[in-house]
């Protein structure tokens, strides 16, 4: 087998495939909830604690220079990140929640009766004969 046709043969099964559509779903949900937080979120919260916008918040290390920039410690936007990574987490948190409930009543479902075996069949049809008699 050459090795094209190995690797397709690996690209296309499915846990690869599933996982490149999670990937990029996931990246666009990323998108989705740091804009929530930066848009949303954020702005009535630095409003509350005084009209701070939090992705402004910096400490100067250095001032600019000429055509230097200044050297700055924005945390700030890593306060933003880190509710950015709360609010995934807990988006995560109930979507695998809900995955396990689901399970859990699948699991707790009663299962059929297996389907008699050849020799029960048997066993019924001579009993059946013998009621007849």
Known sequence: MSMIQEFK????????????????????FGKIVSSFVADVIMPPI????????????AIVLKQA?????AVTLSYGKFIQSIVDFVIIAFAIFMVIKAMNTLQKKQEEAPAPPP???PEENLLTE????????
């Open 46 to 57: 630095g409003l509350l604690i005084g009209g701070v916008d939090f992705s402004n918040l």
């Open 65 to 69: 220079v000429g055509d230097t920039p």
């Open 115 to 117: 389907a008699p075996t």
């Open 9 to 28: 043969t690996f690209a296309m099964r499915g846990n690869v495939v599933d996982m490149a559509i999670g990937i990029i779903i996931g990246g666009a």
């Open 126 to 133: 001579i009993r059946d004969i013998l009621k007849k008699k």
